[in-house]
C-alpha cells in the first residue's frame, strides 16, 4: 500500500462515524464496503449512500475502518487483520490507551505493523445513520496514534485516508492522545457538570441573574450521559489526574476561605494563572488578543436584522472573525459582538452606525 | 418623591459606572450632577456629556447614586443620606451584605426608609470615565436589595430610575443577592479559572486538540484579577458555600476513581443533574431546546462571507435566534451554527444551499 493508492475501503459498523465515513468516501470516489452485525443499520447506511454491503467475491479493501464501540473494538480489530492480510486495519474509538494495550498482547507484530489506531475528534450530539454526515470530518482534527509496531507506510496510509475526507491529521502516542483528551475534554466536561449540578438548588429568582459566562461555562452540561460513562470508564486514570489538577488549583482559595483569612492573594493567584492558561489555547479568543476588537451592536429580534447587519458588514469591507450574540434577559432583543481587527473596529463602528445600527462600542 | 417626579440626580463618583448613569440620564433629559474627588475624572466625565459639575447653588436632588468603589461606598452613602434629607440615595456596589450591614449599624431608621441598596448587573472590561456608554444598562438586570427599612416609595422611585436608562429591574433582599452572585457568576468565575490554570503544564500538542467545549468553559478566565480579588473578598461565605457545593458534586467520581471501582454510575449521575441544572437557566440554549434546532455552515475565512450568508439568511425570511462560530483548528475556514425554530431549519438549510453556501445539517 503506498500513498495514492486507496481504492475501496471496508468500513466495520455503520453507526454515525462509519456510515460519515462510507458518506465521505464514496463523495471522493473511494469503494466503500459496508458491514453490520445489525442488518436494519446497515440497509439504513446503504440507502443513505455510504456504500455497498460486503459480498462474498469483494476485492481485497486497502483500508478497514473498526467503527464499532469501545467495547467491541479490540476483537474486530484483532479480526480483521487476520482476515485482511493486505490492508492497514483503523479504529476510531475515543479512548487509545486501553484498546492499544489489549491488542499488543494477543496480536503479532507482523500484523501490528498494520494497525493504526486513531481517533476522530467530531463527534455530533445524534448517533446512528440517520445522523451521519459526508462532511463530518472535514476541518476536524483525527488524531492518529501509531503504536511502536505502526510502520510508517500504514501511517501514510492512514493520513491519505484522512485527507480524502478532509481530516486534519495529527499524531500523537497513544497515551499522549489519552493524557490531552483528559486535559481539553474529558475533564472540562466534568467540571462543568459539577458547576451546572449545582444549580439544582438555586432558586429560580437567583438564576434569573444568570449572565453569559455561566451560560458559557455550563454549555457542554447538557451532553449525552452515557457516551461519558463509557469515555471516563476507559480514560479514568487520566481523568482521576486531570481533575486532581483542577482540584488543587481551588484549594488554596477553599483553604484560605475556611481560615476567614484575607482571600485576595490565593484569588488573585488563581485568576492570573487561569488566564495565563486560558492564553495557552490556540484559536481566537474574542477580546483576549490585542489585535482584535470587539464591536457591539443592539438587535431587535425580528426576521432581517441579522441580515440587515451583516450586509452592512459586508459592505463595510472589512473581515469578521468571529461572532458572539447574547440575548438580554426577559427582553426580546439581542447584543451581537463581532471580532474583526483593531485598526477595522472604528471604521466598522461607524459604518454600521450610518446604516442606522444600535452600536454599542 | 413620587413615580414621574426624577428632574435630577446626583452622582457621585463618575468612574464607569457613574459616567454611564449620567451619559444615559441626559440622553433621557435628566439634570445630571456630577461629583467626583479626582478633579480629572470629573472634568472627563462633563467633557463625555454626562452632565454639569456640582456647584453650591445647585437644587437638591431628587436621586443620589453612589458609584464609588466598595471600600468607600458605605462612608459616602451615609455622608448623602445626612446633606440630601429630600432625596433617595442608592449605591451600586456588586456585592450588597457587608454594606448595607455597615450601614443599618451606623445610619437612623428614618434616614435608611430612602436608602435603595442596588447593583446594576452591566460591567465592561474597561474602566474610567473613558469607557462609559449612555447605554451600558439598557436591557441589563439592576438588581435593587432594599432592606427592611426602605421605604416603598423609594423603591418605585429607584425603579423610576432604572427605567429611564433602560435597565431591567430585580428586586431581591441583600443577602440573596449576594448567594445568587455567588452562585451565578462568582463561582463558575473561579472554577473556569481553576479549570484554565491547570492548562499550564499541559503540552501543546495536547492543547492543539481542544475544542469548542474547553474554549467555552474557559473563556472567563480570562478576567480581570484585581476585580475578582475585591469580589470575592467581599462576598467570601457565599462564595465558600458555592464552592464547597461544586467541590461536593465530583467528590463522588473522584473517589470511585481513586479506588479503581467502575466510575460509570458515579459518572452518568453527575452528567443526569448537570443537564438538569443546566436546563434550569433562563434564556436560549443553542441545541438543549427541541422547539430550535441549530444549521451548520462552512464559511471561508474571507471578507464578505458572513455578510452573504446572513443576506441569504434574511431573504429565507427566518428569524435567527442565536449565532455561534467555530473556528476549525488550523484551516482559514471557520463553522457557523444559526439556531432557528425547528420547523424552519429544513427551509433554511434548503435556501442556503440553493445560495451556494456549504450547510452542513
Known amino acids: 500500500v503506498t500513498t495514492g493508492s486507496i481504492r475501496s475501503v471496508r468500513i466495520v459498523g455503520t453507526g454515525l462515524v462509519g456510515t460519515s465515513l462510507g458518506l465521505a468516501l464514496r463523495a471522493a470516489g473511494v469503494d466503500s464496503q459496508l458491514l453490520d ?120 496510509t492512514a493520513e491519505e485516508l484522512l485527507g480524502l475526507v478532509g481530516a486534519v491529521s495529527r499524531t500523537v502516542s497513544p497515551a499522549q492522545h489519552d493524557d490531552a483528551v483528559a486535559v481539553v475534554s474529558h475533564v472540562p466536561q466534568l467540571v462543568s457538570s459539577a458547576l451546572a449540578a449545582a444549580l439544582a438548588d438555586t432558586s429560580d429568582q437567583a438564576l434569573d441573574l444568570a449572565g453569559p459566562g455561566l451560560r458559557d461555562t455550563t454549555r457542554i452540561a447538557g451532553s449525552d450521559a452515557g457516551l461519558w460513562v463509557d469515555v471516563v470508564r476507559a480514560n479514568a486514570p487520566a481523568v482521576r489526574q486531570g481533575l486532581a489538577a483542577v482540584r488543587a488549583n481551588l484549594d488554596r482559595l477553599e483553604e484560605v476561605l475556611a481560615t476567614g483569612d484575607d482571600p485576595g492573594p490565593a484569588v488573585r493567584d488563581l485568576l492570573v494563572r487561569g488566564a495565563a492558561g486560558r492564553s495557552r489555547i490556540p484559536g481566537r479568543h474574542g477580546g483576549d488578543d490585542p489585535q482584535y476588537a470587539g464591536v457591539v451592536v443592539q438587535l431587535l429580534d425580528a426576521p432581517g436584522q441579522l441580515a440587515g447587519l451583516f450586509a452592512a458588514v459586508g459592505m463595510a469591507d472589512v473581515n469578521v472573525l468571529d461572532v458572539r450574540m447574547e440575548h438580554a434577559l426577559g427582553r426580546p432583543t439581542g447584543l451581537i459582538e463581532l471580532l474583526v481587527s483593531a485598526d477595522q473596529s472604528l471604521a466598522l463602528g461607524t459604518a454600521l452606525r450610518d446604516a442606522g445600527f444600535d452600536v454599542r462600542s
Chains 1, 2 share one sequence.
Open 37 to 156: 452485525s445489525d442488518p436494519d443499520r446497515l440497509s439504513t447506511a446503504v440507502g443513505r449512500g455510504a456504500g455497498r454491503a460486503v459480498t462474498q467475491g469483494d476485492p481485497p479493501p486497502d483500508v478497514v475502518v473498526v467503527c464499532v464501540p469501545p467495547s467491541l473494538t479490540a476483537d474486530l480489530v484483532d479480526e480483521q487483520l487476520r482476515a485482511h492480510p493486505g490492508a492497514i486495519v483503523m479504529d476510531v474509538a475515543s479512548v487509545k490507551g486501553p484498546i492499544v494495550a489489549d491488542l499488543l498482547s494477543r496480536v503479532g507484530v507482523e500484523d501490528l505493523g498494520r494497525f493504526v489506531p486513531s481517533h476522530p475528534m467530531s463527534g455530533r450530539e445524534v448517533s446512528g445513520p440517520e445522523g451521519a454526515l459526508a462532511d463530518l470530518f472535514r476541518d476536524r482534527v483525527w488524531v492518529l496514534t501509531p503504536t511502536e509496531h505502526t510502520a510508517a507506510m500504514s501511517v501514510e
